[in-house]
């Protein structure tokens, strides 16, 4: 089995990340401006622009595609989403963000922030493996923040599933790995369908959009039955 090297980028409000197989992948490229930093990273880890095999976005939303466009000048990368959120990535506006608590109601306004919008090369329409990218891992759909929300499992159980979930408050400043609902979604119901269909394959580990790596067991603890779908209780027999 390929062994993937997860290297998380810290870009403030959102996380991204490098997956290094045989090949890179850069997992979303957060808000505006930040395509120095990310570049900043790959030369620390001697990444070069041709190693980059592919830009994969967990979802449309604007932290977590804004300097895509600007990167492609750099890395020359075909960028990919799920068909469902394209049009939020052509537009760089977000779609109505529905709030999961009064406090998101607050802080809505000062995330909602246009970017530069792009054609996305490759409109993902099924669920697909990832060796043809040097990557031992697949694309899982995995909607509810978004309807088109995806999560990327690798080969040897690392899952990073975007906004499915958060670490923590305030960006994962505080209680980074406590697992939390998004601030915003789309649909809480698929939301945790789609989070125990990411604990039925049995991660290892999940790095999430905002906060830090979170513990499955941690995940199946907090969301209680009554949350998750009845027959998925993969963790049972790990859970005290």
């Given at each position: ?113 246009p970017v530069q919008g792009f054609e996305p090369d490759i409109l993902i329409d099924q669920e697909i493996a990832l ?47 406590q697992p939390r609902y998004h601030y915003f979604a789309d649909s809480l119901t698929q939301v945790r369908s789609s989070i125990a269909k990411v604990l039925g394959y049995q991660p290892s580990d999940i790095y999430v ?32």
């Open positions: 089995m390929q062994t993937t090297t997860i290297i998380p980028i810290n870009l403030q409000i959102a996380n991204a990340y490098i997956i290094k197989g045989e090949r890179t992948i850069l997992i979303d490229t957060g808000g505006a401006g930040k395509t120095v930093p990310i570049l900043k990273i790959l030369k620390k880890y001697d990444i070069r622009p041709k190693d980059i095999s592919l830009i994969l976005h967990t979802h449309g939303h604007t932290d977590h595609c804004g300097s895509t466009r600007e990167l492609h000048q750099h890395l020359h990368a075909p960028s990919a989403i799920h068909y469902l959120d394209a049009d939020m990535v052509r537009s760089g506006r977000n779609n109505l963000l529905v709030p999961t608590s009064i406090c998101a109601r607050f802080i809505r306004p000062f995330v909602n922030q060796h043809d990218y040097g990557v031992a891992g697949r694309i899982l759909f995995t909607p509810g923040h978004t309807p088109g929300s995806i999560t990327l499992l690798t080969d040897d159980g690392k899952a990073i599933v975007g906004d499915l979930l958060m670490g923590g408050m305030l960006g994962g400043t505080l209680f980074p790995h959009g905002h906060g830090g790596k979170l513990d499955p067991i941690a995940i199946y603890k907090h969301f209680t039955k009554d949350d998750l779908p009845y027959s998925i209780k993969p963790l049972d027999n790990q859970v005290q």
